[in-house]
C-alpha cells in the first residue's frame, strides 16, 4: 500500500521540499504538544457544539466544520505563523508569486460512521481556470486527534499530482495519512485527496490552515471572516498574512469611502491599522507594470 512520508521538525526545508515536489505530501512528526491543541479546542468548543454536520456527500453526512479560526481562536493563530510551516509555505508558493497568503481555516472532524470523501485535487475550486505548470495551494492540517486508518485519517495519493488528469488510483495506490495529535500533513492543491471513512467510534479532527498566493481569490473570505474590529487584535504580520496586505504592486491597494483628505487614497491594507509595513510601493513604477505584463507568457 502507497505511504505518505514522515519526516521530523529538524529535516531541512530542502528535503521537506523535496518530497513534497516527489510525492505532493509529506507528514511532519511531533511538531507541538497536545496541550497547544487542547487550548485550541477549548477555544472552539461553542463553535464545535452548535456545528451542523455536512449536506451533501462532499461535505459528508457525519462531519462538521468549523471556520473562522484566526477570528475565533488564539492558538490557531499561533499555528497559522509557525516558522517552519511559514518556511516551507514560501519556498513552495514563491516560484509562482511575489508573496504569499492564507487562504482557508477549517476544523473538519470526520465523525464515526462517515463514507470515504470522493478523492479530489483542491486546485478545483478555482474552476480549473489556472495552468497546472502553476501550484496555487499549500495545504497544512494539524491532527488535533490522532488520525488513524479506521477513524478518517485523509486518503492521499503520492505522485497524482504529476499524472493525467483522468487517471484513476488503484486501491494500493492510497495512502492513509496516519499521524499523532500534535504533527502535521502537508499536501499540494494537485495531489488526489479525501476525507476518509471512519470505522471507528471516536472522531478525527483536523485544524486546517492552507495558504495561496497572494494575487488569487481565497477560499475563505478573510476580510468577513475576520473583519478590521477583530484583525486590529492580531500583529501587524498575521495580518498581512491573512489578506490585510497588498499580494502585488496594485493588487488588493484600498481607499477609505470617508476620507477627503487624500491620505488614504489607493494605499495598502495595512494603513487601516497605521501600520507602515507595505512590502511594495503604494503604485507601481511603469516599469514594473511593463515587467508584470510579459513575464510568464507560456
Ligand atoms: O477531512 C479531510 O481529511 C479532507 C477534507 C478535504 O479534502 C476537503 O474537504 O476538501
Ligand atoms: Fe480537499
Known sequence: MAKVKHISIDTPDEEALRI?????????????????????????????????????????????????????????????????????????????????????????????????????RDRGLWGGYISRKIETQFAVVWAATDFTFKNGATQLVPGSHKWDAKREPLEDEIAYAEMKKGSVLIYTGSVLHGGGDNISDEVRSGIFIHYAPGWIRQQENQYLSCPPEIAKELTPELRSLIGYSKGGYVMGFYSDPNHVDGKLESVTPEKIFSDSKDKFTVLASPENLVKGSTKNKS
Request: proline share 4%; glycine share 6%; charged share 25%.
Open 20 to 120: 513534497i515536489d516527489q510525492d505532493a505530501a509529506v507528514i511532519i512528526d511531533d511538531v507541538i504538544p497536545d496541550a497547544e491543541i487542547d487550548k485550541i479546542l477549548n477555544e472552539l468548543d461553542p463553535f464545535i457544539k452548535g456545528n451542523l454536520k455536512g449536506a451533501d456527500e462532499f461535505t459528508g453526512f457525519q462531519t462538521t466544520r468549523v471556520g473562522a479560526l484566526i477570528a475565533r481562536s488564539h492558538g490557531c493563530r499561533d499555528l497559522a505563523m509557525h516558522t517552519k510551516i511559514n518556511a516551507l509555505a514560501s519556498q513552495f508558493l514563491e516560484p509562482h508569486c511575489d508573496n504569499y497568503q492564507l487562504h482557508f481555516t477549517s476544523l473538519i472532524s470526520i465523525g464515526p460512521g462517515e463514507t470515504k470523501q470522493i478523492l479530489h
